[in-house]
Nanobody, 126 residues
Framework: QVQLVESGGGTVQAGGSLKLSCAASGYMFSSCGMGWYRQAPGKERELVST???????NYADSVKGRFTISRDNAKNTLYLQMNSLKTEDTAVYYC????????????????????WGQGTQVTVSS
C-alpha cells in the first residue's frame, strides 16, 4: 500500500526557514520523480517544485532561489528546504509522485500519481 507522510510544517515568522519531509513507503521510491505541491485557503493546489528520478530539479518562479528540493533514496524520503519564507507561502504542503519525470518507470509511477498524504501546514506570520 502506497503511503506518503508529510511532516516538518509549523508556524514561522517571515524571513524564517522550515524543512519539510515526505516519508514514502509501499513502492519503489527511487524509481519515481517526486513533487511538492501546496494549497492555500480558497486557492487551487499548485506545484512548488519537482525532482526527477535522476535528480533534475525544477521550481515555481515564486519559490526559485528560496526553496531547495532534495531526496534521499536510501531513506525513501523527499525534502523541501524553505528559506526566506514569505506570508504568501502559507499553505498546506503535499508530496506526490510525478510520472512525467520518472523516465523508463513512467507506467509504474503513473499508478502512484494520485496517492496523497495528509499534508503539513506551513504558516508564515508577518
Amino acid at each position: 500500500q502506497v503511503q506518503l507522510v508529510e511532516s516538518g510544517g509549523g508556524t514561522v515568522q517571515a524571513g524564517g526557514s522550515l524543512k519539510l519531509s515526505c516519508a514514502a513507503s509501499g513502492y519503489m521510491f527511487s524509481s519515481c520523480g517526486m513533487g511538492w505541491y501546496r494549497q492555500a485557503p480558497g486557492k487551487e493546489r499548485e506545484l512548488v517544485s519537482t525532482i526527477s528520478s535522476d535528480d533534475t530539479t525544477n521550481y515555481a518562479d515564486s519559490v526559485k532561489g528560496r526553496f531547495t528540493i532534495s531526496r534521499d533514496n536510501a531513506k525513501n524520503t523527499l525534502y523541501l528546504q524553505m528559506n526566506s519564507l514569505k506570508t504568501e507561502d502559507t499553505a498546506v504542503y503535499y508530496c506526490a509522485a510525478d510520472p512525467e519525470i520518472s523516465g523508463a518507470y513512467y507506467d509504474y509511477c503513473v499508478r502512484i500519481k494520485n496517492s496523497w498524504g495528509q499534508g503539513t501546514q506551513v504558516t508564515v506570520s508577518s
